[in-house]
């Protein structure tokens, strides 16, 4: 299994600032994923993050809310802009396990509150 | 489109009894199914998966699920429940067949089991 490392665990922010969560992974891999998880709902998939290539957003999502980095094969960040109370949510970082019926690994998830 | 629906919100059970989760999916061709938990400020952990072949699949913790594709359901079930096994229970489907390797998550059911 892969191990994901997340940052910040958990932050307040004010309404209107960004903020930039790191994912780092201990082996390479090709995708990786960001999800979203409201407060006592579902996950929800922003996009998908591809090294060397743009993220591929879900519908909902758009690139100037959510910008994706993804310099190399371990790491990854996700960014939440201008950001309101309803951005207030866990944001999960995962990778698939090899093969094409790997099942997901998530990190700890980071705990945004929005004031 | 995939889907995948937990009906209970909630799950109740004294500790030593068998307790089950229920999921049902839908899914145009073939589902890859999954079973993850979530303790209280935590990320997902995997617990089991069917891709194919026996219908019972066991998984970490005592779990096992049971896949029927004539009721298309795929319920997590275990014969004694701990009071640890208190916890958010996601139940998640791919389509094999899918254009997209999208993973889907139900909305989630709290298990508590009682001491």
Redesign the interface.
């Known amino acids: 299994?892969a191990v994901?490392s997340?940052k910040p665990s958990r932050d307040i922010c004010q309404r209107g600032t960004s903020l930039t969560i790191q994912c780092q992974v201990d082996s390479q891999v090709t995708?990786m994923f960001w999800y979203r998880q409201q407060p006592g709902?579902?996950?929800t998939?922003i996009a998908?993050a591809n090294q060397g290539s743009e993220a591929t957003y879900?519908s909902g999502f758009v690139i100037d809310k959510f910008p994706i980095s993804r310099p190399n094969l371990t790491f990854s960040t996700l960014t939440v802009s201008n950001m309101s109370p309803e951005d207030s949510s866990i944001y999960?970082c995962?990778v698939?396990a090899p093969g094409e019926?790997g099942?997901?690994?998530?990190?700890?998830?980071s705990?945004l509150t929005v004031l | 489109a995939q889907s995948v629906a937990q009906p209970e919100d909630q799950v109740n059970v004294a500790e030593g009894n068998p307790l089950t989760v229920k999921c049902t999916y839908s899914v145009s061709g073939n589902p890859y199914l999954f079973w993850y938990v979530q303790y209280p400020n935590r990320g997902l952990q995997f617990l089991l998966k069917y891709i194919t072949g026996d219908n019972l699949v066991k998984g970490s913790y005592g779990f096992e699920a049971e896949f029927n594709k004539s009721q298309t359901s795929f319920h997590l079930k275990k014969p004694s429940a701990l009071v640890s096994d208190s916890a958010l229970y996601f139940c998640a489907v791919r389509d094999q067949g899918g254009a997209t390797n999208k993973l889907i998550f139900g909305t989630g059911t709290l298990l508590a089991v009682q001491p």
């Open positions: 299994s994901i997340q995708m709902q579902s996950l998939l998908t879900e999960l995962s698939r019926t099942e997901l690994f998530f990190g700890e998830g705990r």
